[in-house]
Nanobody
Framework: QVQLVESGGGLVQAGGSLRLSCAAS????????WGWYRQAPGKQRDSVAF???????NYADSVKGRFTISRDNAKNTVYLQMNSLKPEDTAVYYC?????????WGQGTQVTVSS
């Protein structure tokens, strides 16, 4: 079992920045890929960024060059640095941790970008 708690969401103006944090606990040694997803009202949950144990990263085209995913193993925390935010980035952001058979989710944190 892996427990995830997101924080760092909030209201920001377009062009601003936020850093989301995802604090992990439990069997984190089993996690192979850490990720961030987002879900806007009335839309499906979409992937935003991933980071693997080998520190390979992958980003959705819509956030490339603006968002950066990173992790601090000592703190068991994964981050999503979001710069040059746009109103279309408004969503609930979820942290995920994928082991072999399972995918764990946090409760989400709201990000609202005003124009």
């Amino acid at each position: 079992q892996v427990q995830l708690v997101e924080s760092g969401g909030g209201l920001v103006q377009a062009g601003g920045s936020l850093r989301l944090s995802c604090a992990a606990s439990g069997s984190t040694y089993n996690v192979k890929v850490w990720g961030w997803y987002r879900q806007a009202p009335g839309k499906q949950r979409d992937s935003v960024a991933f980071i693997s144990n080998s520190v390979n990263t992958n980003y959705a085209d819509s956030v490339k060059g603006r968002f950066t995913i990173s992790r601090d193993n000592a703190k068991n925390t994964v981050y999503l640095q979001m710069n040059s935010l746009k109103p279309e980035d408004t969503a609930v952001y979820y942290c995920s941790a994928r082991t072999g058979p399972s995918n764990y989710w946090g409760q989400g944190t709201q990000v609202t970008v005003s124009s």
